[in-house]
């Protein structure tokens, strides 16, 4: 069995086994944000959620997948694995949205007032 594992691990290159991994964490996270933006209150970080990680899923060539993985998702994610990921991609949202204050933070200082 772990040979037959390995043969196939050493047919499939290594970027499409880490595409993998990335689109089925992007479309976990995809599935939490548009769960979250069914909640009036909430449409706008829903959106903005799963726009985000559509445009890293595209940023990787994943969208040709994403359907079929959003499909495979979906049931599989519980109110459980909905608080557990809602943790873990808030967490890059935060982090990715800091990123992005910082940059503007210092093209103001070098742009000026307008």
């Keep these: 069995m772990g040979l037959v594992l390995a043969s196939i691990l050493v047919a499939v290159p290594f970027p499409v086994l880490a595409q993998d991994a990335r689109l089925v964490a992007d479309a976990r996270c995809m599935v939490v944000y548009t769960v ?3 909640q009036k209150e909430h ?4 959106m903005l ?3 985000y990680f559509y445009g890293k ?6 969208q040709l997948q994403l ?7 979906i049931p ?20 990715q ?5 910082l940059i503007g933070s210092r093209i103001k200082s070098h742009a000026g007032e307008y």
């Design 57 to 62: 899923v595209i940023g990787y060539g994943g």
């Design 49 to 51: 959620g799963a726009v």
């Design 97 to 101: 949205g800091e990123a992005l204050s």
């Design 76 to 95: 599989r994610m519980g109110p459980d694995e909905l608080r557990t990921e809602s943790v873990r991609c808030g967490q890059e949202m935060v982090k």
């Design 36 to 38: 979250v933006g069914q």
């Design 43 to 46: 449409e706008a970080v829903g």
């Design 67 to 73: 359907e079929e993985e959003l499909l495979r998702q």
